[in-house]
Structure formats: C-alpha cells, structure tokens
T-cell receptor, first 116, second 117 residues
Framework: AQKITQTQPGMFVQEKEAVTLDCTYD???????LFWYKQPSSGEMIFLIY??????QNATEGRYSLNFQKARKSANLVIPASQLGDSAMYFC?????????????FGTGTRLKVLA | ETGVTQTPRHLVMGMTNKKSLKCEQH?????MYWYKQSAKKPLELMFV???????ENNSVPSRFSPECPNSSHLFLHLHTLQPEDSALYLC????????????????FGPGTRLTVL
C-alpha cells in the first residue's frame, strides 16, 4: 500500500482563487512528520511547510497553511489566494518515527497551473 | 555559494561510460541524500549518509555507487547504466539528530538531468 497518496495529478485554478492540494498518508507509527515541497520547472525542490504528528494546531508558513486531520490521515495544503508563480509540481512527504532512520517518503505529486 | 549545489546540471552518457555526479552542501548539515526522480513516479530515495556513514541503501543496483568523503560532499558514481536510469537525480541535505525526534526539512539541490543513450 502506498504510504503517501496524492489523488490530483493535475489542477487548474484561476489567479487569486484559493486552492487545496490533497494528501493522505498511511502509517502505524504514532510519531511522524509531514512535509510539503514545491518543484518549479527548474527542478529544485523547495520546502513549504511542516506538520508534526503531535502538533495540536494546523501549521502555517507564510501564505501556506496545512489542513491536518489526524483521524482521517490527511494533510492538505491550502493556498488561500493563488498567484501565477505558484504554478509548479507539489509533493507531499512523510517521515516516520524516531528510530534514527532518515527515510522521507514522497507522493507522486500534483501539478498546479494558475491561470491569469 | 550557499545551499545545496549539484554538478553537472545535465549529463548525457552512453551505457559503457563512467561518470560521477557531485553534490555539495554549504549549510553545515550532517545528513545527505540521493534521490531519483522519474516521470510519473514518486521520488525514490536511493542512499542516505549521516555523518559520512551510509545509513540507507534502498536496494539500488550496484551500477550506482555513492561516496561521501565528508559531511559537505556527496558523490554518485555511475557505470554501465541502462536507458531506464535516465532521470533527474536530486541531492538533499538536512540537520538530523540520530535517535531523536527531529523533522528538520530537507534542502534540495537543483538536480542533475541524466540521459543514458
């Protein structure tokens, strides 16, 4: 079974509209971290936001917020007012546990296109 | 230079060639990673080094050989590759604490676009 699932391979949104990118995860580890990365066409992965499994509040980082629903095992990225520069691939990732392993598991990504 | 750098940015090689990818991080991090990114597939973790010691080898074929001479440099030596090895190879680094709960984000380099003919 996939550990990270992103069900939207591609999305279009009008500039200035809000957009939510979906991410669900699967783990039995009580301790984990969830990440969102942005990958523009240049290829470099850019860290956007992090949510820890024990965090009580939804994470926010600048324009980005994370809608964390632990019982549903979902960690959706919310961009409240999209900009043209937001057009990119977006990856959700998870790191499990505190065992000293360094495995980050990535989803297949969502390609977001913001329209003028 | 700052952040994570990778050279070369593009590489075309034949199946019999030997080449190396280089990654350098200027962030003082202790963990470095190699990922392979193929079209329409999730990012695949290949190798992880922590304090120069290899801690993960994700069943990667032996035609890929990593080397980490110090905490700032990471190499991926390539030999007798196959066309299906064509992909974007990303290097990343992070500051991690062995055995602790630490979820510091990874910082990625721009990647090397590899084409195997």
């Amino acid at each position: 079974a996939q550990k990270i699932t992103q069900t939207q391979p591609g999305m279009f949104v009008q500039e200035k509209e809000a957009v939510t990118l979906d991410c669900t995860y699967d783990t039995s580890d009580p301790s984990y971290g969830l990440f969102w990365y942005k990958q523009p066409s240049s290829g470099e992965m850019i860290f956007l936001i992090y949510q820890g499994s024990y965090d009580q509040q939804n994470a926010t980082e600048g324009r980005y917020s994370l809608n964390f629903q632990k019982a549903r095992k979902s960690a959706n990225l919310v961009i409240p007012a999209s900009q043209l520069g937001d057009s990119a691939m977006y990856f959700c990732a998870m790191r499990e546990g505190a065992s000293g392993t360094y495995k980050y598991i990535f989803g297949t990504g969502t390609r977001l296109k913001v329209l003028a | 230079e700052t952040g994570v750098t990778q050279t070369p940015r593009h590489l075309v090689m034949g199946m019999t060639n030997k080449k190396s990818l280089k990654c350098e991080q200027h962030l003082g991090h202790n963990a470095m990673y190699w990922y392979k990114q193929s079209a329409k597939k999730p990012l695949e973790l290949m190798f992880v080094y922590n304090f120069k010691e290899q801690t993960e080898n994700n069943s990667v074929p032996s035609r890929f050989s990593p080397e980490c001479p110090n905490s700032s440099h990471l190499f991926l030596h390539l030999h007798t590759l196959q066309p299906e090895d064509s992909a974007l190879y990303l290097c990343a680094s992070s500051q991690d604490f062995f055995g602790g709960v630490s979820y510091n984000e990874q910082f990625f380099g721009p990647g090397t676009r590899l084409t195997v003919l």
